[in-house]
């Protein structure tokens, strides 16, 4: 796996979680079926199998090209603006 442009840019080490879920799903009495985080300012947010996709809104929103997964024992990461695994 070739590392994308967005990956050298992160923060170092990785911003802490926000949170230990999706705020947002939180706050509309959603359930997140798995959360990403945000490697640049450590939004939580819940993936695109989840019905209201609050990571790649928050991507929408910001901009912010790189999340991971949140879930344990994955350590993947993904790129919005590259579409692909880093």
Known sequence: MDECSHVAALPVPEPAPLSDTCPECLAAGSHPVQLRLCLVCGH?????????????????????PVLRSFEPGENWRWCFVDGSIV
């Not at 990571?55 to 929408?60: K, L, T, V």
């Open 44 to 64: 939580v947010g819940c993936c695109d199998s989840s019905p209201h996709r609050h990571a790649s809104g928050h991507f929408g929103e910001t901009g912010h």
